[in-house]
């Protein structure tokens, strides 16, 4: 990848993409290779009794901010609160033991709430059941297939909306639960049509309930920013249950309303496999095997970020379709890696899959000892939970930023927000991707023109006078510290992840990195999104950044992104900013 006089460089292609690239003789990795699970690579590393320490606090972490979600989640989807805690306990355990992500947290996600429940509504739990058994068998499917790599060509703004659009409809679900409103009939799923019913039911508001709920809203909301370090969301869930208690409120409990959470694990038994009932169930099943592979590799890239490891996306989509296929067999919902969970594990100080592990064990050990407990949580506490969970599903500043830069990437977003919202998730990303590549088509045809086709074989040409050469410098040749890497080709998001994940091979040897983008026709927000995040991670590095040649539009975007200085530093050409690196330290004054 740095540039050189050295022979052995050569041009490598990455999709559409070209880089300089210094071949390495590494031999091929065998199937084994790509699909052992992290736990191993981290118990060959050497696993001690620091590290285990590590991973226990960690994993008591999660577990405090997985208790909670898990019963709320699945409240909210239409099962029974057991079914969240069996989800997170086998989900996440299976996760955690034969995953390719060092540092994922499995178990049930906001993002399914709403698929979830619908599937409960049109199949029955029977149903939901077997669609998350198929949804682990095509997840495995798609991993020892090696398609997870296919699962990153799906736009930037095509995740962002989509994701946001769920925290709408999650926001609004909860409605019903925050006020204490008693509705004639049963909920409509379709926003249109929910939203009418919800405001005819507005005067039977229970006030208690809604004091009670704006309160464990408020607690969320505070101590969020004023102690992050406490676990908030357990705390302020097991005052609300306590005040519930001491004062006896009228307000729906757990144990009121489903009659409490059992104390063990059910026995595992295989859902019904009748082919017409497979038949049936199959689109859901595809949705959930989508979705599921989405969130968990998105999740994982986050985790990467974070902490500068590299994730093995097929190994980990196999782990998801065990996982799903285990939570199943015990009764459980949909299995994926968990954003915010996750984050919360590498905040913690895990040191690798054993926080998981520990984090499941956690949570079998409360439903074992503690299960009686949580029958007097309070259902309008856990709507406060996921009022503020669905509010943070919206990244809010990723979208304003969006806006500012492409108007084209805003299309894509809004389209797929707008569908998510009112149609459904499938036609969302489906239309999403579709409007994506259309829109790539069209920058591509604008960009076509016809120039003059140079020989292959390069005429000679004269050295010209020495003012029109620049001084050569034999530290940019051969300078360790610095390493230049030159893209051609359209930066969008089919090459983004490719691109991405070669640029993140730096050495940690070198000290600055030059990113010459001056034969890159256009980038969209995808490629403008991974710039950034390879910036954050060589800043943490105390790398040093040049972005050279980006065209005043390229730029633009980039600013919107946030690629801007100190984080990144932007010059004209590669020879201008080799002239900046080695240009000599100013002197200090006597």
Known sequence: MPLSDDPAVKTQGVGSMAFDARP????????????????VTVLREGYGPAQIRHDLLAGLTVAIVALPLSTAIAIASGVTPDRGLY???????????FGGSRFQIGGPAGAFIVLVSTTVATHGVDGLILAVFLSG???????FLRLGTYIKFIPYPVTLGFTAGIGVVIFVSQIKEFLGLTLPAAEP??????????????????WPTLALASATLAGLVLLKRWKPQWPGMLLVIAVAAGITALFKLPVETIGSRFGGIPTGLPAPALPSLSWARVEEVFPTAITFALLGAIESLLSAVVADSMTGRNHRSNCELVAQGIANMGSALFGGICVTG?????????????HGPMAGIMHALFLLAFILVAAPLGDRIPLAALAAVLMLLSWNMIERH???????????????????????VFRSLTEAILVGVAVGATLFISRMSALTEVTAERAFIPEDRPDGTPAERLPYDARTARDPAVAVYRISGAFFFGAAASVGS??????????TVILDVSAVPFLDSTAAHTIEGLAHKAARRGV????????????RLLLAHGVRPPLVLFDRSIADALAVVHAPAPESPP
Do not use: Y
């Not at 989900?91 to 033991?97: C, E, H, P, Y």
């Not at 799923?189 to 229970?206: I, R, Y």
């Open 544 to 555: 040093r950044m040049i972005l050279t040649g980006a065209s005043v539009p390229m730029r």
């Open 338 to 350: 968990t954003i915010a969970r996750t984050a919360t594990n590498v905040r913690a100080g895990a």
């Open 189 to 206: 799923a379709a926003l249109l049509e929910k939203l009418p019913v919800l405001w005819q039911a507005l005067p039977g508001t229970d």
């Open 87 to 97: 989800t997170a306990i086998i989900g996440g355990f299976l996760i955690s033991l």
């Open 24 to 39: 390495v003789t590494v031999a091929p990795p065998t199937f084994l290779d790509l699909f052992t699970p992290k736990l």
């Open 398 to 420: 990723a979208v304003m930023t969006l806006f500012r830069g492409s108007r084209g990437d805003a299309v894509v977003f809004l389209c797929t927000f707008g569908l998510t």
């Open 502 to 511: 070669a640029l993140e091979r730096i050495a940690d040897r070198h000290r």
């Open 137 to 143: 068998l095509l997840l495995l499917a798609i991993g």
